[in-house]
């Protein structure tokens, strides 16, 4: 059974940085795709940021430039590095894995960004 277990979140005022990790246990493939989404108060889940085990990257447009993603083959581990946060940056934030045409969520970290 394969489980993502997030960290790093927390509280931080507005301009400072924070950086998540995901690191999954289980069966994992040598190709698949992680990706950070988040969900802010009273929206949706949207992505943040993803990333391939080849090493390709794409970014929400409202992180780019702020926001990297990158991982740890070695370790399947996924971070994703927050600068210049800003308040509208508090969400929940929920690490994603695709392989084996199945996706696994882990359980969310709280990202809090005051002003």
């Known amino acids: 059974q394969v489980q993502l277990v997030e960290s790093g979140g927390g509280l931080v005022q507005a301009g400072g940085s924070l950086r998540l990790s995901c690191a999954p246990s289980?069966?994992?493939?040598?190709?698949?795709?992680m990706s950070w989404y988040r969900q802010p108060p009273g929206n949706e889940r949207e992505l943040v940021a993803g990333t391939t085990s080849g090493g390709s990257t794409n970014y929400a447009d409202s992180v780019k430039g702020r926001f990297t993603i990158s991982r740890d083959n070695a370790k399947n581990t996924v971070y994703l590095q927050m600068n210049s946060l800003k308040p509208e940056d508090t969400a929940v934030y929920y690490c994603y894995l695709y392989q084996g045409g199945r996706d696994y969520w882990g359980q969310g970290t709280q990202v809090t960004v005051s002003s």
């Open positions: 289980g069966r994992i493939f040598s190709a698949n795709r």
